[in-house]
């Protein structure tokens, strides 16, 4: 069978994505992180290509950001025989001169399309920096989007200065979760932390701004406890704060000039800034727009998605996705037989699992781990690799000091079943959220019972979910709500902070050791620590 071929070489996210001709919707992709068990890693993507292996392959299209493919590899070369390490693992076809490379936008823009819900629609990119050009770097672009035509709109370049600042407010968000958290990487802590604090207001320059910082009051550890022991807190708050309103004040004066341009269009969001769930949240409210998407990998997990696209997209026949059929679930095909299960957790209890007796483990207050078929290809984990937990008063607190280990001001997510979404959410009853990509207020009568899946300004980053999209996970919902009459569970990600979303049987073995979580849905089986 022959498949096309996508490799991200990015910074902070690698990976590699096939898609077999005949039909686009059995696509896999597989993240470097993974594997590597490498948080954001950017490692040039051996282990993804790996698990691919042996592939006939159609074609290999790449892409990096910021520097060359070429640069990249020759830099690796130079530190160790990367050529040659290659070469005598059979994978000198998938190095740069083997390639062909993709302008980092485009793939963006490729990878938004592929399951889109919309025949038509602006499709904006938008992140730090992409490819180099003439006038710079890549920040924004702007593409008209019908029937897998695309058509450039507008584009907005930035300059790096001397310290690696520019005016993208892509990097300027980084450059602050540099500051708060030692860590490009962390700019979703950053839009949590930023309700606690106070703005400092609209800048002028991002550049100017940053320059102007107190340097040596940047945080400089690495541990939780180091973080919330800083005696910058406040700064760190109003700095985050400063973050999310230029954010805010930059994109929404770009799209309402554009909605004015375009009226009634459809929006799809893509690129690193679309992960930002609250400005999206903010600009779902203004009704600029008919309709807003945000894939499930906007950032650059959904790069390699891209690249394999461009190759197949003109060769197919494609169709947009109906919301129903929407689903991050699309990573490696992994099966398990009994066997394997039950040689790999043979020291616990393995049993069948009952969706009541599932149930009612949750509604006695029981932390269940949650592993069904293949993983989500984004940030998210969105019911086939998450934590569950009836959202209880107390729970937040529970799962950061026994479990998760995060920050207390992060908010928790959750899941709730399609058809009861307006009940509990300020939105109206057909709204589909489907990858957590909005925050949206919750009902005020529901505020006080589900404050441990809201933040502090009481929005709530929570998954809509058709029974299509999971049937299993649905219908635990459903059955939580019959038994206590809130469908509603708390949903974050099969992890401890700073590790990726879990993978393999393996990482499920390692997490339910080392972990207080005492059950594990491993597919169709219940997994249970003996008492």
Request: proline letters at 4%.
């Amino acid at each position: 069978m022959r498949h096309a071929l996508g490799i991200g070489k990015t910074i902070f996210n690698s990976g590699v994505c096939s898609i077999p001709f005949e039909d686009y919707h059995q696509l896999e992709l597989v993240l470097s992180e993974r594997l590597n068990r490498a948080k954001n890693s950017g490692a040039w993507p051996e282990q993804a290509l790996r698990a691919f292996m042996p592939i006939e392959v159609e074609s290999a299209v790449q892409n990096r950001d910021v520097q060359t493919v070429k640069e990249f590899e020759d830099y690796l070369n130079s530190r160790f025989p990367f050529v040659d390490s290659l070469k005598a693992k059979g994978l000198e076809q998938f190095l740069d001169e083997n390639c062909i490379t993709l302008n980092h936008h485009l793939a963006h823009a490729y990878s938004a399309s592929v399951f889109s819900p919309f025949e038509e629609s602006l499709i904006l990119v938008i992140d730090g920096a992409g490819s180099l050009h003439p006038e710079g770097y890549e920040f924004l672009t702007l593409y008209h989007f019908k029937n897998q035509n695309f058509h450039q709109l507008d584009k907005k370049f930035t300059r790096f200065n001397d310290k690696g600042y520019s005016e993208s407010i892509g990097l300027f968000y980084e450059a602050i979760s540099e500051f708060i958290f030692n860590s490009k990487t962390l700019a979703g802590k950053v839009m949590g932390l930023a309700p606690l604090g106070k703005s400092m207001g609209v800048v002028d320059s991002y550049v100017s701004f940053l320059e102007s910082l107190d340097w040596s009051k940047r945080f400089n550890g690495k541990s939780k406890e180091e973080w919330e022991n800083s005696p910058n807190l406040n700064l760190y708050q109003d700095l985050a704060a400063t973050a999310q309103e230029n954010f805010e004040h930059y994109l929404f004066s770009y799209l309402q000039d554009i909605a004015k341009q375009y009226p009634n269009s459809n929006l799809i969001m893509v690129g690193g800034c679309a992960l930002n769930c609250t400005f999206n949240g903010k600009l779902w409210k203004t009704k600029f727009f008919k309709n807003i998407y945000v894939p499930p990998n906007p950032g650059d997990e959904g790069i390699s998605l891209g690249c394999a696209w461009s190759s197949l997209k003109d060769k197919v026949e494609w169709r947009p996705l109906p919301k129903e059929k929407q689903t991050s679930s699309r990573g490696k095909k992994r099966e398990y037989s009994f066997d394997e299960v039950k040689k790999v957790f043979g020291k616990y209890q393995i049993s069948h699992y009952d969706l009541n007796s599932v149930a009612d483990l949750l509604i006695s207050q029981e932390v269940v781990a949650w592993f069904i078929g293949r993983s989500e290809i984004g940030p998210r984990a969105l019911g086939h690799r998450s934590i569950l937990a009836l959202p209880i008063r107390g729970i937040k607190n529970y799962l950061n000091e026994k479990i998760k280990f995060r920050e207390s001001f992060r908010p928790y997510g959750c899941t709730i079943p399609q058809d009861n979404v307006s009940d509990f959410f300020d939105v109206e009853k057909d709204f589909e959220n489907p990858f957590m990509s909005f925050a949206i207020p919750i009902k005020n009568e529901y505020r006080h019972q589900l404050e441990d899946i809201g933040h502090v300004d009481h929005t709530s980053r929570f998954q809509t979910l058709h029974r299509e999209q999971n049937p299993q996970y649905y219908d635990l919902l459903k059955k939580v709500g019959e038994k206590c009459g809130t469908p509603i569970l708390l949903n974050t990600s099969l992890n401890v902070m700073g590790e990726p979303i879990l993978e393999t049987i393996e990482d499920a073995l390692r997490f339910f050791e080392n972990s207080k979580v005492n059950y594990l849905v491993f597919n169709e089986y219940l997994i249970e620590k003996k008492s």
